[in-house]
Structures are given as C-alpha cells and as structure tokens.
C-alpha cells in the first residue's frame, strides 16, 4: 500500500496555532502547508513534542498529513516518542483506509527489521503498540511471521536478558507493569514451540530463569 497516495487528500490546516515560544512562525506555516516540504527535523520535533503544544483540532489533521514521513523516521530511527501523539490525533477517527495503511506499514516495517539488531525490532514493536496502547496484538504478530525462527529467538533471548536486568519497555501511555505483555508472551506456547524447534536451549533458559 502507497501510503504517500493513501493519504495525499489529508486537507491542509493553512495557520497552526502551536507553541510560538518553542517553533517560530516559519515553522508552524511549514507544518501548515505541503507535508513534502517540511523538513526531517521539523517532522520528528512535531511527533516527538508534547501534545499539549498543539490545538487538538489542528493536531490530527497535520498528523495524518506527516504520517508517511513520521513512519519513514521511525524505520530509519526506532524512537516510541514518534508514535506517541496518535492518541491525541484521534487515530481511532481517522478513515479505515488510512488506519489499516498504519497499520499494514508497522507490520512490514517490524518484519523487515528482524534481519538486523534485535534491539530495533524491539523499538519498533514497542513504538507500534502506540496505535492502541496495547503490546500484545504486535507480540502476536510476530507469532504470524514465518521464515523468521532464528530471528524471533534471537528477539525473544534480548528480551529475557533486559527484562532479567530490570529493563521495561518504553511505553508512552505508561501502563502499571510495562514488562507483563512481554513476559506473558516470553513464556508462551507459540513461542516455546518455536524455540523447541530450534533447539535453542539457550534462549529457553534464560526465559526459565525471569
């Protein structure tokens, strides 16, 4: 899915009534007008700013225009701050196409980082459970993916020695106990299976010893 077409009728808001102490007027007309112009800067400053910065009316509208650039940083720079305003965008309100278009990229996006440092995929799973405020649907997820055993290990052998060393997840909405979807899953059927059929004892014992 193109998300450049999907969501290239998102209308402009023309003025942005932000923080003029923190964004000079050069920069709110900017987040006003083409999403294309704005600079990378200008775009990960937007998402990662504190909602309260921004008129609620206008926020959602300026979000779903950057969507496309917000999610090309965070593949090129996991960072769950990216991801954190969707709440107060009203992502649950925008259309179905441009949901599932989120969606279907943060998958791609997670499956595609499995290939590299466990640490970015962990980043990545954590910054896309922002879209609900739930882990649990993106640990499932990675139930689905296929081909991808000796990576998910890997993952899953990360995670047990963060969460070993007193590590939690960086979670926005700041749930009471971060770390309880990741040990949940950590110790689930669908992945013991898939570790039993690697053999990876290793890995098997040190979500034993959590």
């Known amino acids: 899915m193109d998300l450049g077409q999907v969501f290239a009728g998102v209308p402009r808001v023309g003025r942005v009534d932000g923080c003029a102490y923190c964004y000079p007027q050069s920069d709110l007309d900017l987040l006003g007008g083409d999403p294309a112009l704005v600079p990378d800067e200008l775009v990960g400053a937007f998402a990662r700013e504190v909602t309260d910065h921004w008129p609620r009316e206008q926020y959602g509208l300026v979000w779903r225009g950057l969507?496309?650039?917000?999610?090309?940083?965070?593949?090129?720079?996991?960072?769950?701050?990216?991801?954190?305003g969707l709440t107060y965008a009203r992502f649950s309100t925008w259309p179905a196409e441009e949901q599932?278009?989120?969606?279907?990229?943060?998958?791609?996006?997670?499956?595609?980082?499995?290939?590299?440092p466990p640490l970015a995929v962990a980043g990545l799973v954590c910054a896309a459970a922002h879209v609900d405020h739930d882990l649990r649907p993106w640990l499932s997820y990675l139930d689905t993916v296929t081909g991808a055993d000796a990576e998910i290990a890997r993952l899953a052998r990360f995670w047990a020695g963060d969460l070993a060393a007193g590590g939690e997840p960086s979670l926005w909405w700041f749930p009471p106990d971060p770390a309880a979807p990741i040990r949940d899953w950590l110790c689930s059927d669908a992945l013991h299976e898939r570790l039993s059929r690697l053999d990876d004892r290793d890995t098997l014992l040190a979500i034993a010893e959590l």
């Open 67 to 84: 969507a496309p650039r917000i999610l090309g940083l965070l593949e090129s720079s996991p960072d769950a701050l990216l991801l954190r």
């Open 100 to 116: 599932a278009a989120v969606r279907g990229e943060l998958r791609a996006m997670v499956t595609r980082a499995l290939a590299g």
